[in-house]
């Protein structure tokens, strides 16, 4: 499965911005779908993550509350909106996905074994 992520751009804080994850090739059936981040000069970061099922979900704790992943019914696009945007969210966002995902695999970067080019989102005024 090819992915593509979009949906990036400058916003002021405390603004909103929806992330989409396009899959090609395939759907996301069976796929755990995930977004990771990263900083300029830091670590990827694990954002969230969903069970292909559409029945676990898992959110960093810096971003719980303020950020939901979801997916469309066809599962073909996978959605992140952020809300309550922070300076300190201002990153590249990736997508990824993978099988075989268990739960405490979710925020581990090198079980995702599909991974779409990053967007950029600046948060700023």
């Known amino acids: 499965v090819q992915l593509q992520a979009f949906g990036g751009g400058l916003v002021q804080p405390g603004g909103s911005l929806r992330l989409s994850c396009a899959a090609s090739?395939?759907?996301?059936?069976?796929?755990?779908t995930g977004w990771f981040r990263q900083a300029p000069g830091k670590e990827y970061e694990f954002v969230a993550a969903?069970?292909?099922?559409?029945?676990?979900?898992s959110y960093a704790g810096a971003v719980k509350g303020r950020f939901t992943i979801s997916r469309d019914n066809a599962r073909t696009t996978v959605f992140l909106q952020m809300n309550s945007l922070k300076p300190e969210d201002t990153a590249v966002y990736y997508c990824?996905?993978?099988?075989?995902?268990?739960?405490?695999?979710?925020?581990?970067?090198?079980?995702?074994?599909?991974w779409g080019q990053g967007t950029l989102v600046t948060v700023s005024s």
């Open positions: 990824a996905s993978g099988r075989g995902l268990i739960f405490s695999d979710f925020d581990k970067r090198t079980r995702y074994g599909h």
């Open positions: 090739g395939d759907t996301f059936s069976y796929h755990t």
């Open positions: 969903k069970r292909w099922n559409g029945g676990t979900t």
